[in-house]
């Protein structure tokens, strides 16, 4: 009897592929979805590259006598493969633990989506995006979306297409459309799916815990790769363009190629382009047979999924597009018996982290404690603590990753097991005693808590100078201070603290993970900014109680008054300042009444260090580089 088939086949095509295949192989061992096989196709390469990887239960071996390419491989894994879904994957991606898994949940919660994108990361700097999608401009042009810019997540959002260096496809949709064309060879092939897609109504969905790390073409001949990219280009636009749109945009098209061509007169390259563009106008007949069949199976113009911005076509920007109702997707936490799991960030942490731990084990089924490289004795005290209770668990880091990663590594860890909240807490701020329980209870208060996303306590300091109260806004320019005092419920907050949130744990799957690139500062407000972006709510909660600790505290004197201030060191300043223009540039449309607040808080903070503060060189430099940080990203 034959085994039943596996949920996902993945397709890798390898050919001189070196070192990076069992690299992309080992990869695959640790996923923790383990419902899948691997096609692997030997596509003609010598270099023993697929010889040199170890056997596998779930490994498939497939040789191609000749070179078939990217497409005509991945079409010859796709007939041998027998997964529901068919994931592609380049040799030299490396995917992480939930990689796949995040592709499946993404596929099971749009069922009309055809593809799913992965998020793909330079391997050479993972803060740095290889790109996110592929867009797609009405005048033929296609990109890896935002590739080399900043890696800060999005949510689960809508893209034109997936790169098939990493993507799943829905077999059906797959087949109905014909798979790969064989002809491409490599380059656009992808886009050329995705557009076919597209048109027969399916769409593409990016979903943020899909990661993976891309080496890239670093050993494919920047000839090739200028031949196959110019000439599928075109095939592309003949094939799949709806009619009215490939008659008013040709005009533009035939120029920028003309452009291209004129450009590599002088950079070199001119002789390819030219070669391909001929290729390119002796397969026309057959693009425009292709064509007649497209528009068949066409139920969709798919101009709406375009990119017709041409400061992003110029910018190769990322174009996502919010999914609306995510919210109706997801289960939503139980309403009794709720499961609670914490993840605590500590560093060179006090005598508080004690009762912050004390806290959150008697709150929270389970406790993470991700130590950002303390010293030797903190470190073995610490190792004490987690041998003393089951429900605690350390992870060391050996250098400071920062809060942002930090917070990642404990998410990561507990959003795939069965709990329905994760409290943040930071080593100083402690719970009261009944927090995460009154937090809770004033969410299954709420008549419409599905939309709800994000929890927040009142929060209270020994100095007295947090004032409780919640910024909130509901669209535009609305900006308003919801009182978190006992018994009241803050709806529409715009953000919250990052210690002391309760965020639900279906919805950080779509919302996705702390922005790592942002090291400490803004990581919160951008991630209940994306939040909001995705359909979800922040509400405060005015019962529960967080004694929280912000910042250090240094006494000032201006014109004889004698003042307590909240104050950061030079370096803090400037990652405080570049952060918060990171946000500003991302989110100003979505809470512009906000940004402009913010705008005058940088404002008095500049005012702050230059009047009351010492130190104020460094400080004031610190924050001028902070600016520029931020706004040359």
Request: hydrophobic share 45%; with cysteine; aromatic share 8%.
């Amino acid at each position: 009897m034959s085994a039943p088939p596996p949920l996902a086949s993945i397709l890798i095509v390898a050919y001189q592929s070196g070192p990076d295949l069992g690299r992309c192989i080992d990869a695959l061992d640790s996923q923790t979805c383990r419902d899948f096989e691997v096609v692997l196709v030997d596509n003609g390469s010598s270099d023993g590259a697929v010889q040199a990887v170890a056997p596998r239960p779930w490994l498939t071996v497939v040789s191609s006598p000749e070179n078939l390419g990217f497409a005509g491989g991945n079409n010859l894994a796709a007939r041998t493969a027998r997964g529901r879904y068919l994931v592609t994957l380049n040799p030299d991606a490396f995917a992480d633990p939930g990689w796949l898994d995040a592709l499946i949940a993404a596929a099971d919660r749009h069922r009309d989506a055809g593809s799913i994108a992965s998020v793909q990361l330079l391997e050479s700097d993972p803060d740095r995006l290889d790109g996110l999608g592929d867009p797609y401009a009405p005048w033929g042009g296609a990109w890896r979306g935002g590739r080399g810019g900043l890696a800060v997540p999005v949510s689960e959002s809508g893209v034109f297409g997936p790169c098939a260096a990493a993507a799943l496809y829905r077999r059906e949709a797959f087949e109905a459309v014909g798979g790969f064309c064989d002809r491409f060879f490599c380059y656009y092939e992808d886009v050329d799916l995705a557009l076919r897609l597209r048109r027969a109504g399916w769409r593409s969905v990016v979903t943020p815990w899909a990661v993976v790390r891309h080496v890239g073409s670093g050993s494919t001949a920047s000839d090739f790769v200028l031949r196959h990219a110019t000439r599928n280009r075109v095939w592309t636009y003949v094939r799949g363009m709806p009619a009215a749109a490939a008659l008013c945009f040709a005009p533009m098209m035939a120029l920028l190629a003309l452009g291209a061509l004129l450009a590599a007169l002088v950079r070199g390259g001119a002789q390819t382009r030219a070669r391909a563009l001929k290729e390119a106008l002796q397969g026309l007949p057959q693009a425009v047979r292709d064509r007649s069949a497209i528009s068949g199976y066409a139920r969709s113009s798919a101009l709406g999924a375009m990119t017709w911005s041409p400061w992003r076509f110029l910018r190769r920007a990322v174009d996502v597009r919010p999914l609306p109702g995510l919210a109706r997707l997801l289960p939503g936490p139980r309403e009794e018996a709720a499961k609670v799991a914490a993840v605590i960030v500590s560093h060179e942490p006090d005598a508080r982290l004690d009762a912050v731990l004390d806290a959150a084990l008697a709150q929270c089924a389970r406790v993470v404690l991700v130590d950002n490289a303390s010293g030797a004795e903190t470190r073995e005290r610490l190792r004490g603590k987690a041998k003393a209770s089951a429900a605690l668990t350390l992870i060391e880091n050996d250098r400071n990753v920062g809060l942002a990663a930090a917070q990642n590594q404990g998410l990561d860890l507990v959003r795939r097991e069965d709990v329905d909240w994760i409290l943040l807490l930071d080593d100083d701020s402690v719970p009261a005693p009944d927090m995460v329980a009154r937090m809770i209870d004033g969410w299954g208060r709420l008549s419409d808590r599905r939309q709800v996303g994000l929890l927040a306590p009142r929060l209270t300091d020994p100095e007295g100078t947090l004032k409780p109260y919640l910024l909130c806004a509901e669209a535009g320019w609305h900006l308003r201070r919801g009182p978190m005092v006992p018994g009241a419920v803050v709806r529409h907050g715009i953000f919250a603290i990052a210690s002391g949130s309760l965020l639900r744990r279906d919805v950080l799957d779509v919302v996705g993970p702390i922005a790592a690139p942002f090291f400490i500062d803004y990581v919160d407000i951008e991630f209940c900014l994306r939040l909001r972006r995705a359909g979800f709510e922040i509400v405060g909660i005015g019962d529960a109680v967080l004694t929280h600790r912000l910042g250090e505290f240094e006494e000032a004197e201006l014109l004889g008054r004698k003042v307590a201030l909240n104050t950061h060191p030079a370096w803090r300043r400037r990652l405080i300042h570049r952060n918060r223009v990171r946000v500003w540039r991302r989110f100003w449309r979505d809470v512009p009444g906000w940004v402009a607040w913010d705008m005058a808080a940088a404002l008095y903070d500049i005012w702050k260090a230059a009047a009351y503060e010492s130190d104020k060189r460094a400080k004031l430099g610190a924050i001028a580089v902070g600016f520029f940080d931020g706004w040359r990203e």
